[in-house]
């Protein structure tokens, strides 16, 4: 550790011990630093709002009455009188306290033993001061929290920016734009499940721990079930059971669900994310596109007002119909490559050799694609492009194009670079199916630890009889740092995943 940090150590330290020892002093007055129950009346905003435009003889003629609770964030001391900003969930509102108004003792209390963190609940007017800012005159208080450890100066200007990951509870307090991601988190979370109950959509709940991990490409996090004996495996995907339930009767169904997949950690993932999934049956994977733009378009009408947003520096227009492309047709335009090059496994492999890309272990055609697409074209599709119409043996649980079986009726949305949803007509022969499942079988057994498992019970349900059926999955939190312009999905989600504190 360096001399700077020792210091700051050494700082912190002797301002929890003078904060500890007025702590004791308040106990010492038979005062609970901990306060009991307080009827909180007003906010912040709503006082700010109300009184807007409220002139500073107008409040002093109708002696208009307050009752706030919250945070105090800054503090200015005169002696006899000092200035606060309480901070609620709402925002903040400046307060004064006067040693003529509170008495000389309660002035006192508030004068040695409250600072910079600390709860109050307070009762008292408005009035405004001489700089005309709306202000709470107090004439009561009472403390409802000690705070013990000092709030950080200068939050922003930490260089270990894990900090405001891992003490998330203080980022919140002093940096008032990070609680606003994540209030519009919840409004485009609103707005999604708005749109889908008008579209006559059923939300539901399925199992998040699966003695089967399904219905996605990754590899799952096991557990162990002392009871049953038997290891489980936290959900990668809600898929099947999704399916199950088209099985089931239910012609139109979403879950906004976590996923688990035991993956690395970047700007673009964390192990524990939230997903949007729904299954509309008699539908098929261009209807899911046309669904798909709407969606969008009305959570960001929702969070952003407009349709032409700025993301990382970036203009992203969400304005529909959004370019579509084959996955062949967008290799070739942004590889500048003719079709015949890449028209089968050895050509594709020997064009994707000639860009000095890594195919190692892309032991099959779709991979050699994909692996192209992934690192040649996709950084470069920075408008809302639908890639359409992947390779079969990538895709195991899609349907086949049936004038071309060796691709199937999916796509994926890619926005500024990155895949923002990946959707398909599902594959509803239980015959098709098991031999799909049969082929991730070998790639498990030879090594592929992503691979599907064979699962028995959804073979059967298919079996039953599934109508044709499109279903889709969009990753939430990359939706929200695009609707809100955040660059790394740790800032949209409250307590990303982090390694264990040293």
């Known amino acids: 550790m360096g001399i700077e940090k020792k210091e700051e150590h050494k700082d912190i330290n002797e301002l929890i011990l003078q904060r500890r020892k007025k702590l004791e002093q308040i106990r010492a007055n038979s005062i609970n630093p901990y306060g009991e129950r307080f009827e909180k009346k007003d906010s912040a905003k709503n006082l700010l709002n109300k009184y807007h435009n409220t002139a500073k003889e107008e409040l002093e003629k109708d002696k208009t009455n307050c009752t706030i609770a919250g945070r105090i964030v800054a503090l200015r001391n005169f002696g006899k009188a ?12 400046q307060v004064y306290f ?17 600072d910079i963190g600390d709860y109050v609940g307070l009762k008292g007017f408005l009035f405004r001061t001489k700089t005309n800012e709306l202000t709470i005159e107090v004439e009561d208080f009472t403390i409802l929290s000690k705070s013990l450890r000092p709030l950080p100066e200068k939050w922003h200007g930490l260089t270990d920016i894990e900090l405001r990951y891992r003490q998330r509870y203080v980022d919140l307090i002093v940096n008032p734009d990070v609680r606003d991601v994540f209030v519009k988190r919840n409004r485009i979370i609103k707005a999604i499940r708005n749109f889908l109950d008008a579209k006559g959509f059923l939300e539901v709940e399925t199992p998040m721990m699966q003695s089967i ?28 059971h999704l399916k199950r339930l088209i099985v089931g009767g239910f012609e139109r169904v979403y879950e906004i669900n976590r996923n688990f997949r035991n993956e690395g ?18 539908a098929d994977y261009k209807d899911l596109m046309n669904l798909t733009e709407e969606l969008v378009v009305s959570a960001a009408k929702e969070v952003c007002d407009k349709l032409k947003i700025e993301y990382c520096g970036k203009e992203i227009d969400l304005t529909p ?13 942004y590889t500048a490559c003719n079709p015949s090059e890449i028209s089968d496994f050895k050509k594709a492999k020997s064009f994707a050799e000639r860009l000095k890309i890594d195919i190692k272990g892309a032991d099959s055609y779709g991979k050699v694609i994909n692996e192209i ?17 992947y390779p079969t043996d990538i895709s195991p649980l899609s349907k086949r194009i049936p004038d071309n079986p060796d691709f199937v009726e999916r796509f994926e949305l890619i926005i500024n670079g990155q895949e923002m949803a990946n959707a398909f007509s599902e594959l509803n022969d239980p015959d098709d199916q098991r031999q799909r499942f049969e082929k991730q079988v070998e790639l498990r057994e030879s090594g592929d630890e992503e691979a599907h498992y064979m699962d028995e019970d959804y073979v059967r349900a298919l079996e039953y009889g599934m109508p044709p059926t499109a279903g889709e999955g969009i990753g939430i939190d990359r939706l929200v740092m695009l609707l ?8 949209v989600i409250l307590f990303p995943q982090m390694r264990p504190e040293k």
């Open 265 to 282: 950690i970047s700007t673009k993932h964390n192990p524990e994310f939230t997903m949007l999934e729904f299954y509309m049956a008699y």
């Open 98 to 114: 006067k040693k003529d108004i509170l008495g000389e003792e309660k002035y006192a209390f508030f004068d040695k033993l409250i």
């Open 82 to 93: 000092a200035f606060a900003h309480i901070q609620d969930e709402t925002g903040r509102i």
């Open 484 to 491: 809100t312009n955040q660059a790394s999905i740790r800032d």
């Open 373 to 389: 697409f992934e690192a040649k074209v996709e950084h470069q599709l920075i408008q809302p492009t639908f890639i359409t119409e």
């Open 321 to 333: 119909p959004w370019q579509r492309l084959t996955l062949s047709e967008a290799v070739c335009k």
């Open 213 to 240: 991990p399904g219905g996605a490409t990754a590899r799952p996090f096991v557990t162990h079930h002392n009871a049953l004996g038997i290891d489980l495996f936290l959900r990668i995907a809600p898929e099947l």
